[in-house]
């Protein structure tokens, strides 16, 4: 009996190390983009083992293993998949369609649908802005643990505001902030956001409001740091930016209105920023009329739309590193394609490369959260976090709008590619 126990440990030890162990699925046929600009690989094979990519080139020299499981990509353009970096699951805009009340169990549900709904139009990693009572921390903890199905998540917990401010977690004063900052990465934030402007849907306060005090932010920035956490800021007022920047700040959310001086300072500090270009502009529209928002809400949207578009265009000018964020679910119908690309052709629009719109949605987020050695690329070792589309989208960025496959963690999310 002991021997036979020895005997079936060392069968399960090698069918562990085995090769022929794990299930090998291969995507033939499609040819993959270079995010550094070099030529793409034709008629490529990508050999994907458990959730990491094993192997990637030509089909002439990298051969598909017997027992693998083949997937036809003939004629597809094959990325990595999109990353959206200002996304609220939660979202719940004034207006007609406004929940009022919704219980913690429901809006982890409705967070769920949403993160699904994510995963399915190709996004395959998102980071969370600001949402409420902790309910992210449970929707993340649910995909990450394989109950459900949806992007990987990077959370800021709830946003952080003085009284009256442009978020969800009121607090006065340099301790209270920072006992706030501190209860979120208590709770698993990866980075902080602070509300350090007005915003569009105040319904009271000017949108370049700058209502913390210079001691409140500092030391916000500073609790984060010491625990290692980034923090990033909610802004359209050029002199709450420009304190941030002097004390250190990750990164910009929206930034409606940013000086030359600005620019130039995120430029060389290397400072994130996330434009949401889209809430600003009239494919919007088509989303605050589908909530019923109010004649307020569509004036203060309208009276940053000018600005904010020639602020993108001035930051891509000025090369500053620009991640991609919509601001709107990444799903939502914007002008005949979703948030998400949409957002990323207006920066082709405001004068990107499509080379460089399609980093802004895959490598530089990867880069922004410090994960590019894990996703936003293809390349082996790295997980498989895929999406197929239709068309060259190193040659235009409207691509996108033709995706039909998605692959996250080597799991098969969607594949109407054959259709």
């Not at 005997?7 to 270079?34: E, F, H, I, K, R």
């Not at 949403?114 to 996004?123: C, D, F, I, P, Y």
């Not at 350090?196 to 849907?201: E, F, K, P, R, W």
């Amino acid at each position: 009996m002991k021997k036979w126990l020895l005997s079936s440990a060392a069968l399960a030890a090698s069918l562990v190390s085995s090769p022929l162990a794990a299930q090998v699925t291969a995507l033939t046929g499609g040819t993959v983009v270079d995010l550094s600009g070099k030529a793409a690989i034709e008629d490529a094979v990508i050999l994907i083992e458990g959730e990491r990519i094993k192997a990637i080139g030509p089909a002439a020299s990298t051969p598909v293993p017997e027992g693998a499981t083949v997937v036809p990509m003939d004629g597809k353009w094959i990325i990595p998949g999109l990353m959206n970096m200002h996304v609220h699951l939660g979202l719940n805009l004034p207006g007609a369609g406004r929940l009022y009340g919704e219980k913690p169990e429901a809006k982890s549900l409705r967070m769920l649908d949403n993160a699904q709904k994510s995963l399915m139009s190709g996004v395959t990693t998102i980071r969370l802005t600001g949402e409420e009572g902790g309910v992210d921390f449970a929707v993340k903890n649910a995909i990450d643990g394989g109950t459900f199905m949806g992007p990987r998540i990077h959370t800021a917990g709830e946003s952080i505001v003085p009284t009256g401010g442009h978020g969800k977690l009121e607090a006065d004063g340099p301790y209270a902030i920072a006992k706030g900052v501190r209860e979120q990465i208590k709770r698993g934030a990866t980075w902080i956001k602070l509300g350090i402007s007005g915003g569009i849907s105040d319904e009271r306060g000017a949108i370049a409001a700058s209502p913390f005090t210079d001691e409140e932010m500092k030391i916000a920035i500073e609790v984060a740091h010491r625990n290692g956490v980034k923090v990033t800021g909610h802004t359209g007022s050029p002199q709450a930016s420009e304190y941030a920047l002097k004390q250190g700040i990750d990164g910009f959310e929206h930034g409606y209105f940013f000086t030359p001086e600005i620019l130039k300072e995120m430029k060389a500090k290397g400072t994130w920023y996330v434009p949401t270009i889209v809430v600003s502009q009239k494919g919007a529209l088509e989303f605050y009329r589908k909530i019923g928002s109010p004649q307020w809400y569509l004036e203060r949207q309208a009276s940053v739309g000018k600005i904010h578009w020639q602020t993108l265009k001035s930051a891509v000018k000025a090369g500053v590193n620009i991640a991609l964020g919509s601001d709107q679910y990444p799903f939502e119908p914007n002008e005949g394609t979703t948030a998400t690309v949409r957002e990323a052709e207006l920066y082709q629009e405001a004068g990107m490369t499509p080379i460089q719109a399609l980093r802004a949605a895959t490598i530089e987020p990867a880069r922004m959260l410090g994960i590019a050695g894990e996703v936003g690329e293809l390349r082996p070792n790295l997980l498989a976090d895929i999406v197929a589309v239709d068309a060259d989208p190193s040659k235009d960025i409207a691509a996108l709008r033709t995706i039909c496959f998605v692959m996250k963690g080597g799991k098969i999310a969607r594949n109407e590619c054959a259709r």
